[in-house]
């Protein structure tokens, strides 16, 4: 699957579970060329997610959130996923 793709289909998981008010999805694969993990041509990922999905809740179970919307693509095609997850409050600041 391309690269574009890949973004394309993490957006929409996302957007369809957690409806957030600012996401960022970035595909840094080619910052990881050679290294053994990314041998298998799944991708590394940096995810900016504001959510009040994310309100209330520990940064480990923000991440289960966004994990749960990834489904079998962490299988399948994300080898690395780097996760910042707020809430509108938070992001606020």
Same mark, same amino acid.
Not at 44 to 51: D, K, N, P, Y
């Given at each position: 699957? &391309? !690269?574009?793709? @890949? ?8 957007? %369809? +579970?957690?409806?957030?008010?600012? =996401? ?13 993990? &990314? !041998?298998?041509? @799944? ?8 959510? %009040? +999905?994310?309100?209330?809740?520990? =940064? ?10 990834m ?11 780097s ?5 509108? +409050?938070?992001?606020?600041?």
């Amino acid at each position: 699957m &391309a !690269a574009q793709d @890949r973004v394309a289909l993490i957006r929409q998981r996302l957007e %369809d +579970a957690l409806a957030p008010s600012l =996401l960022d999805v970035v595909d840094e694969s080619h910052e990881h060329v050679g290294h053994p993990g &990314a !041998a298998d041509g @799944r991708g590394h990922f940096s995810v900016t997610i504001v959510a %009040d +999905a994310f309100s209330g809740l520990s =940064l480990l179970e923000r991440h289960r959130l966004v994990y749960d919307a990834m489904g079998e693509l962490m299988d399948t095609d994300i080898h690395a996923l780097s996760i910042q997850a707020r809430s509108p +409050a938070e992001a606020r600041g």
